[in-house]
């Protein structure tokens, strides 16, 4: 066996769950707040949206997935949209504007008012993830932002930050989908299983 390459593994393991242990222990109010905030979209009628780039990209879909089927509850289909799939509008908004507007053109068109776009960006700085946020702000759309330790340009622009205690950026993808999977787990638990629980944060007519 490589004693090289076990400690690699061994070392980005370490790291991993250092990382993941100080998000949860500092950000676990926050993201029972977001999560809260998803499910008051949602039953009043909003739709979640998400956009990222490369790993990110994929993370969104993954996330979007997770509200369309279902996540470990038995329970109807949630609205959650990926900004990341359609390669027609990704291609044809990239060629006849430019790549920053790919998810910002999409929002115009698909976000209404109290819907919620969850970003994400291991920088921080992904101009068309920050392109999108900015519009989403300007439409009355919730933002969440998901980044590494210092937030980057996308500490301007979300309504809700969460920044990952890290630097290397696989680490921060990692804790990003973790961050994700209880978010969804949360909204499943808020819809669905203490309803009682959401019920002060609801509109009063709802």
Known sequence: MSEAALKKVMDHASAG???????????????VEIARTMAVCLASGGKV??????????????L???????????????PGLALTTDTSALTAIGNDYSFEEVFSKQLQALGRPG??????????????????MREARRADIVTVGFSG??????????????????????????????????????????????????????????
Request: with cysteine.
């Open 64 to 78: 979007a997935a997770e509200f369309t089927n279902r996540f470990k509850l038995e329970r109807p289909p949630l």
């Open 149 to 206: 330790q210092t937030g980057g340009e996308m500490a301007t622009v979300s309504d809700f930050l969460v920044t990952v205690p890290s630097s290397d950026t696989p680490v921060i993808q990692e804790i990003h989908i973790a961050a994700g999977h209880m978010l969804c787990h949360l909204v499943d638990h808020f819809l669905f299983e203490a309803v009682s629980e959401l019920t002060p944060f609801l509109p009063q007519d709802a």
């Open 17 to 31: 769950l250092a990382a993941r242990k100080a998000f949860f222990d500092a950000k676990g109010p926050l993201i």
């Open 115 to 132: 819907d919620i776009l969850l970003g994400l960006s291991t920088s921080g700085a992904s101009a068309n993830v920050i392109r999108a």
């Open 49 to 62: 949206m998400f956009c990222g780039n490369g790993g990110s990209a994929a993370d969104s879909q993954h």
